[in-house]
């Protein structure tokens, strides 16, 4: 009897050893899944984030801010206007 007893134990770790193995493949398949399915999901969230980012850009007025210029809307001035207004206060006594 313990001649059949240690071909059936045999048999028994050779497939306990087959689904061992098995289940190192399954596990790695899931595992490659895993790393596709979180690289897909970081992909949308990094676009997700771009578009938002680009819509508040959108959505904020640019401030330019520049010295010694017109806006403009102004119309242009004449160079010597400020001559003329310096005339005009001399004469009204200012």
Do not use: Y
Not at 6 to 14: A, P, V
Not at 45 to 53: F, V
Request: proline share 4%; net charge positive; glycine share 6%.
């Amino acid at each position: 009897m313990g001649l059949f007893q240690h071909f059936s134990t045999k048999r028994k770790l050779e497939e306990v050893e087959t689904q061992l193995a098995a289940l190192k493949r399954d596990w790695q398949g899931v595992l490659q899944e895993w790393d596709a399915c979180q690289a897909r999901v970081s992909k949308v969230l990094r676009r997700i984030a771009r578009a938002e980012q680009a819509r508040d850009q959108a959505e904020t007025p640019e401030i330019v801010t520049t010295q010694g210029t017109l806006p403009l809307t102004a119309p242009g001035t004449s160079p010597d206007r400020m001559n003329k207004i310096r005339e005009q206060l001399a004469a009204k006594g200012r």
